[in-house]
């Protein structure tokens, strides 16, 4: 399994897949980046920037790199933001929302985007000093995105819940950083082992 991972083949084609979503993300996010001021443009496209971060894990594999700051930053956005939107958009319909393909197409896109975080783990390089940078990075944009009200627009069904969701949000981050942490340890440990 491993070596069909890191066939060019597999890799040009998650690149491809990847560089298309994070266009439509990007897009997506239009509008609601149209009315936000500019210091806080960066934090508002999460999903997209999450796949653009996996976007430069990708070059660097097809280069025969690995930039290890880059492959933290990705692992735990796309868990992250993976698991958030297909949370969402499942609360969204059992809160009334009627979902259409796009809700769907988003639901599945996001648990694509947390399963290549996962099945990418074993071939990451990842030290602890790039989880603190990356959960300062993680943390901080829960901080702008619910303090500063600068959170993906939601369904008006899940507004009434805008606190709640923050919490979660918050703690889908901890879990987030938590996995690619003990991930990194535990192939620590098994390359000591195995060396």
Known sequence: MYVILRHRTVLWSLFWVNVIGTIYGYMWYGDQLVQTPIHFIPFVP????ASLFFVFVLIAFLSGKNWPLLEALA???L??????AVVMNTAAGIAGDTLNWTHYMLIFSHLGM???AVLYAPFFRIKTWH???????TVHNDIIDYLFGMQPWLSRELMPWINEI???TFWLSIFSIA?????QQW???RSIEGG
Do not use: E, M, N, R
């Not at 868990?79 to 958030?84: A, C, F, R």
């Not at 989880?131 to 990075?137: D, E, F, N, R, Y």
């Not at 996995?179 to 991930?183: E, I």
């Open 46 to 49: 999460d999903s997209p920037t």
């Open 75 to 77: 692992a735990v956005t």
């Open 79 to 84: 868990i992250k933001y993976g698991l958030w």
């Open 114 to 116: 947390a399963i290549q």
């Open 131 to 137: 989880i603190v940078v990356t959960a300062l990075w």
């Open 166 to 168: 923050g919490y979660f």
């Open 179 to 183: 996995v690619v942490y003990f991930q």
């Open 187 to 189: 192939q620590q440990k």
